[in-house]
């Protein structure tokens, strides 16, 4: 509202009265205002919203689908935060936008929505700069490179692949590699879950003196078939692999299987932040990290809704995957 | 609108004063109109939108995903409406409102899109209903059971069918079954895709003096494996399976396997109305009628936005899936 009084010379009331109706206004200022408000790209009821500042009850989840895959594991936050926003009256919508912050800020403008949580945060993520200077209610689901302040629930990766090899180091196994995803463009080399997970496989690597092997690849079967095969050559004494790549996941089982390689008896697999229900769909079963999806889909709600109703700011911000035992674990081959 | 004033005893005009503060009013008329917003659940920016009945440029997808999952290849249908909307300088949201119509009149109400894409649509449908009494545009993914005159898209069943079934009479096939979803809920039964396919499946059989051996299990990996047991047990003598239902198809060759039953050379499996990505995720990879989800996301948006902006409506309504060569499929077994 003040860009659009500023840019047409007037005080904010002559906007008032202009996009109200409320006051006769010259025919002249009418046309500064209104050519001030289609270049800022506001149109006369959306300002009017603004000027009544009324709560539509909306909440909007941010996710650049048509950048980064929305899995089904993805799916989970997004019902849970559903539900959660529905039990305290409020409609949750989703909305496909790009990283960059650009469509978001057209949305916001329009002044449909009362608050944002965001998903698959980047450390240096434009739509958090586009939030924070819209002045838009928002809560992230992931964080950046430093969120000290900001309101996010996220993943604790630290526990959650500490808890992964735990369980592997406890099945003998010394010689692990980590799968992530290959990412889908150069934007989201920084996404904070990949650059975090692998960070704490390196993290605890080194604390257990493991030496921490790395490899990336596409988001499909293919990606994992691929990785599988690298992994044979470059690598044959890897005895189980951890992988944060959930659709790869199937592809390394039968890339491992087409080079006579079994899981688990050959080599373990443990796919980290995946659904029960996607874990079931491999052959063997794998054994996961399950994702908190349910549970911080919710707790992103409940903060983002602190900010709005004055509720209550939920204490928790990280959680781990659990480890569910499948059966695509167990104890490392024994060389001969 | 007329709802308000009528409900008030005062003229549209009159509501239109108090909503924009154009004219003074008596306070207890305004109170009567206030009064009727409220309990007609409007809000004062929400009619300030009616009156002034603008544009949003936005387009809702309802998708009903606390009832019914949303997966991959569900997404295909979101990814390429938002595509088609973008390049048409609309944005897309995705609304997850329940199949019941309640929720969806609600966000309708607010004037927040300018038209629905209607997506997972029952035979009878209280959203079509809905959509039709608030005289919002519209386009359906999927139809009513008798959509004559309704602005649809939709996948081919019959044509899709009669696609599996030759290429399986091809390789020999004679005893095949088909697989589909048991429905989340009741009021799924009545889902259109699935009466359809069930009903090509039958249709296409009879014509070909093959007996229509048809099975449901649920969504998953473990409804899969179920259904393959079950088939095994009352139906020993099949050779192939279609399947619609694609993340039961994972637990369909797994559950086979363990009965040491092998896809393909005992029984070939054929997953129709999925991806290629979802198709290569299995071991074997899975032949597939491939979903034509980029496209009928387009098209849907097309035909919503002929209503909108005059443009030319799609002439195409129905698109088949394609036939996918995968691994899946094999010539019959010869039986001793």
Redesign the interface.
């Known amino acids: 509202m003040r860009e659009v009084a500023e840019r047409a010379g007037v005080s904010i009331a002559t906007v008032s009265f202009v996009v109200?109706?409320?006051k006769p206004v010259s025919p002249a200022t009418r046309e500064r205002i209104e050519a001030a408000m289609a270049e800022l790209g506001f149109?006369?009821?959306v300002v009017?919203?603004a000027l009544?500042s009324?709560r539509?009850r909306?909440l909007?989840m941010a996710y650049p689908?048509?950048q980064h895959?929305?899995?089904?594991t993805a799916?989970s936050f997004?019902?849970s935060a559903?539900?959660a926003a529905?039990e305290r009256e409020y409609?949750?919508?989703?909305?496909?936008?790009d990283n960059d912050g650009v469509?978001l800020t057209?949305?916001i403008r329009?002044g449909?929505v009362d608050g944002i949580v965001l998903m698959e945060v980047l450390l240096d993520d434009a739509r958090v700069d586009a939030l924070i200077s819209t002045g838009t209610p928002y809560a992230m689901i992931g964080r950046t490179a430093d969120p000290a302040g900001l309101p996010y629930v996220d993943i604790d990766f630290d526990a959650t692949v500490d808890t992964a090899l735990d369980h592997l180091q406890s099945l003998g196994h010394r010689e692990i590699a980590f799968v992530s995803e290959r990412p889908p463009s150069e934007e989201f080399r920084a996404y904070g879950a990949k650059v975090r997970a692998e960070a704490a496989f390196r993290g605890s690597c080194e604390r257990r003196g493991l030496e921490p092997i790395i490899l990336e690849c596409a988001q499909?079967?293919?990606g994992g078939r691929k990785a599988a095969g690298e992994l044979l050559q470059a690598r044959p004494r890897t005895t189980a692999v951890v992988i944060m790549n959930e659709?790869a996941a199937?592809?390394v089982?039968?890339g491992l299987?087409r080079s006579g390689v079994r899981v688990p008896e050959d080599v373990s697999l443990l796919s980290v932040s995946t659904s029960s229900?996607m874990g079931?769909?491999?052959?063997p079963?794998l054994t996961i990290m399950r994702s908190p999806g349910i549970h911080l889909g919710r707790l992103a709600v409940q903060l983002l809704l602190s900010q709005l109703d004055g509720g209550e700011a939920p204490s928790t911000r990280l959680l781990p995957c659990e480890l569910h035992q499948g059966e695509s674990t167990a104890p490392a081959r024994v060389r001969g």
């Open positions: 109200n109706n409320t149109r006369r009821n009017a919203r009544a009324r539509t909306i909007a689908a048509l895959r929305l899995g089904s799916m997004v019902t559903a539900s529905s409609h949750l919508v989703l909305w496909p936008v469509e057209e949305l329009q449909l499909n079967a293919a659709h199937f592809g089982v039968s299987a229900d079931a769909m491999a052959d079963v």
